[in-house]
């Protein structure tokens, strides 16, 4: 197959590019290398996957904006399968700069449904959507604390469903964009019959992801942990996400593309209850498994934070036949691996 994946040089698409290469399909990756400048992070983080990427047999590089629509519609052209991660991914970045959030996520995302419907062929495109499309609903559903976590109250052992409103709710403009083009997808494959796939991802992590304080918070930890960098905890440490290895998140979409479904799919991707941190377990656990504990400080809360988020994720299993198999204890050892291997990445990571 010929593959584009969107934001490739970022975090999850460098996965889902590296994942399709080495099985023999050409890979197109598109991607404009923003994510450091918007994060106010090192632009050697989206260098190395850039460059590793460039390396890699199957896989063309293509340094261009997602909102670019004859770049885009040019190589959707002789593409068998999307997969769109790019986007602006952070909730504090959307705060401050809206309008970057606004263009990226609902027309760069447009762009990519155009140019698939327009290339006239049934071409299967997966979303990377997010749980913040359900914004401070979630809260609504009650938790309560357990040691050194939330807990949601009886009724949500399966974690939120799909069906969770995502009406009359506080989402950040990150939120509100993300939820737009969700429904973007969801319409055009309703309406113009592409197979389309939305996935309302929770916590993703794994090997080579630059987590910084507003965006990736394990591998955020993970690094802090292993340099000794100073944390700030927003709320009291005991929120609870749901958390998925990457290579888990990749056999999802691979599960979708090998099997669309015309008109779409819209489900939750995550961990489930059976694999979730909270902000509080995990630095235990960096503790145990390297000696150290970064110094931490407490904050205040920040905007539409959920006390617990846990995907439901059956209807992914049922669905796509599809379940996550990496433990969150396997997963922070293998990043933990990842950053001590490559530290010489991190020094200036973080500006």
């Avoid at 494959?189 to 794994?206: D, E, H, K, N, Q």
């Amino acid at each position: 197959m010929n593959i584009l994946v969107t934001g490739g040089a970022g975090f999850i698409g460098s996965h889902v590019a590296e994942a399709y290469a080495r099985q023999g399909d050409r890979v197109v990756v598109v991607d404009n290398l923003s994510r450091a400048q918007l994060l106010h992070a090192s632009p050697r983080t989206a260098e190395f996957t850039w460059n590793l990427l460039a390396k890699t047999p199957n896989v063309s590089c293509v340094r261009g904006d997602v909102r670019d629509a004859a770049l885009i519609a040019d190589i959707v052209r002789d593409v068998d399968a999307i997969v769109h991660t790019a986007g602006q991914t952070a909730v504090t970045t959307s705060l401050t700069d809206p309008v970057a959030d606004f263009e990226t996520n609902v027309v760069g995302t447009f762009r990519v449904l155009e140019a698939a419907r327009a290339a006239g062929r049934a071409i299967p495109v997966v979303f990377t959507s997010t749980n913040k499309v359900y914004g401070e609903n979630v809260n609504a559903l009650g938790v309560r604390e357990a040691g050194a976590r939330y807990v949601f109250t009886s009724g949500h052992e399966d974690g939120v469903p799909e069906t969770l409103s995502v009406d009359h709710t506080k989402h950040t403009p990150y939120g509100a964009s993300k939820l737009a083009a969700d429904l973007y997808v969801q319409e055009y494959g309703r309406l113009y019959g592409l197979p389309t796939a939305v996935f309302r991802m929770s916590c993703i992590c794994g090997r080579r992801q630059f987590g910084v304080e507003d965006q990736g918070w394990v591998a955020h930890f993970v690094i802090s942990a292993l340099l000794g960098r100073p944390l700030t905890i927003y709320g009291d440490g005991k929120q609870v996400r749901d958390v998925l290895f990457v290579d888990d998140l990749v056999e999802a979409m691979q599960a979708f593309i090998a099997r669309p479904a015309a008109g779409g799919l819209v489900c939750n991707v995550g961990g489930g209850p059976r694999l979730t941190l909270s902000l509080l377990e995990l630095l235990d656990f960096l503790e145990r498994e390297t000696g150290r504990r970064p110094p931490v400080r407490f904050a205040d809360w920040r905007a539409s934070d959920q006390r617990v988020y846990v995907s439901d994720v059956r209807r992914a299993a049922d669905v796509l036949g599809w379940r996550p198999r990496t433990s969150p204890a396997d997963a922070v050892r293998a990043m933990l691996a990842w950053v001590a291997d490559h530290r010489e990445l991190f020094q200036e990571s973080v500006s």
